[in-house]
C-alpha cells in the first residue's frame, strides 16, 4: 500500500526550530519528486518545498527561502523538512505529499498525501 505518514509537528514559538519527518512505504522514495505542502486555517493549500526525482535542486516557495531546509534520506526512504526561524505566518498543517513533478507547475497533480501534522507558531 502506497503511504506517506508524517511526524514532528507541535507548538513552537517564534524564532524556533522543528523538523519534520516523512516516511514513505509502498513505494521507492528516490524515484519520485517529493515535497511538502501546508494549508492555514481559511487559505488555500500551497506549495512550500520539494525535491525533484534526482532530488539535486531543492525548490522552496519564497517566503521559507533561507529558513526551511528540504531533504531525503533513500535508505531510511524518508523526507525531511528542517524549519528554522519559524514565524507566526507559518502556522499550518504540514502534508508530505508526491506531486508528478518538482518544482510544481500549472499541469502539476498530487499522486499521493500525507494525513498532515500541525505546526503552531506562538508566543
Known amino acids: 500500500q502506497v503511504q506517506l505518514v508524517e511526524s514532528g509537528g507541535g507548538l513552537v514559538q517564534p524564532g524556533g526550530s522543528l523538523r519534520l519527518s516523512c516516511a514513505a512505504s509502498?513505494?521507492?522514495?528516490?524515484?519520485?519528486?517529493i515535497g511538502w505542502f501546508r494549508q492555514a486555517p481559511g487559505k488555500e493549500r500551497e506549495g512550500v518545498s520539494c525535491?525533484?526525482?534526482?532530488?539535486?535542486?531543492?525548490y522552496y516557495r519564497d517566503s521559507v527561502k533561507g529558513r526551511f531546509t528540504i531533504s531525503r534520506d533513500n535508505a531510511k526512504n524518508t523526507v525531511y523538512l528542517q524549519m528554522n526561524n519559524l514565524k507566526p505566518e507559518d502556522t499550518a498543517v504540514y502534508y508530505c505529499a508526491r506531486p508528478s513533478r518538482c518544482p510544481l507547475g500549472p499541469t502539476s497533480y498530487v499522486e499521493v498525501w500525507g494525513q498532515g501534522t500541525l505546526v503552531t507558531v506562538s508566543s
Open positions: 509502498g513505494f521507492t522514495l528516490g524515484n519520485y519528486a
Open positions: 525535491l525533484s526525482r534526482g532530488g539535486v535542486i531543492p
